[in-house]
């Protein structure tokens, strides 16, 4: 059981970080939280994967006076995640083409609602932005819904600011990944018994209107 736990913990989350690089290649829009990451990266001297990683922990520390307490899948979901974007843009060329980069976009929200299914059921503890949202939400005593839109819109804000890409995939992505995610429970509940259902954490890293990686 733990085993299985293990395994999808981390391969969701490698497959997490694949499918934002290969949003990033397909150039039509990134979430919330990645179009922050990529304005960051562009004005500093660090990697998108280093970005996301650095901005994860201090994301941690705002846990701090909201008591909230992290998990190994907390922790996983900084490291693998960093890792495993900055490998998938090494690898992945950009692509050329509307419909091909539509092709792409839309591959790369299917394969993280997917992820996002797989990390979260592992139930080992949400993302740092996750977490955040339910801290904020514990304490405030306002709804998840204002508190998740607040802060998309803050990050997506200061993220295009910073020049990070708005587009067609934010829209897609924002629509698509609680549907997705939801479609994918009981497809891991089948092989894979014994799983929390993501239903019960919220979404991934963090995303999306549903589902709260991040």
């Not at 994860?56 to 979901?77: D, E, F």
Request: hydrophobic content about 55%; cysteine-free; proline content about 7%.
């Amino acid at each position: 059981m733990l085993i299985r736990r293990l395994i999808a913990l981390y391969f969701g989350l490698a497959l997490y970080g694949f499918s934002m690089a290969m949003m990033i290649r397909a150039g039509l829009g990134l979430d919330p939280w990645d179009v922050f990451h990529q304005g960051v990266a562009g004005r500093v001297p660090l990697s998108f994967g280093a970005v996301t990683a650095l901005t994860g922990l201090a994301v941690l520390m705002a846990w701090i006076p909201l008591r909230q307490r992290p998990g190994l899948g907390t922790i996983s979901n900084i490291v693998v995640i960093a890792i495993s974007v900055d490998i998938g843009l090494a690898v992945l060329p950009a692509v050329d083409g509307l419909w091909v980069q539509a092709t792409v976009m839309i591959a790369s929200v299917v394969l993280n609602a997917l992820a996002s299914a797989l990390y979260i059921g592992a139930g080992m503890g949400p993302g740092p932005r996750d977490g955040l949202m339910t801290g904020l939400v514990r304490r405030t005593g306002r709804s998840v819904r204002l508190v998740r839109t607040l802060i998309e819109v803050a990050v997506l804000a200061t993220g295009w600011l910073l020049g990070g890409t708005v587009g067609l995939g934010t829209v897609v992505y924002a629509l698509g990944i609680g549907p997705l995610i939801q479609l994918f429970i009981p497809a891991i509940s089948r092989y894979l018994p014994g799983f929390d259902s993501p239903a019960a954490h919220g979404p991934q890293r963090e995303h999306a209107p549903v589902p709260v990686a991040t």
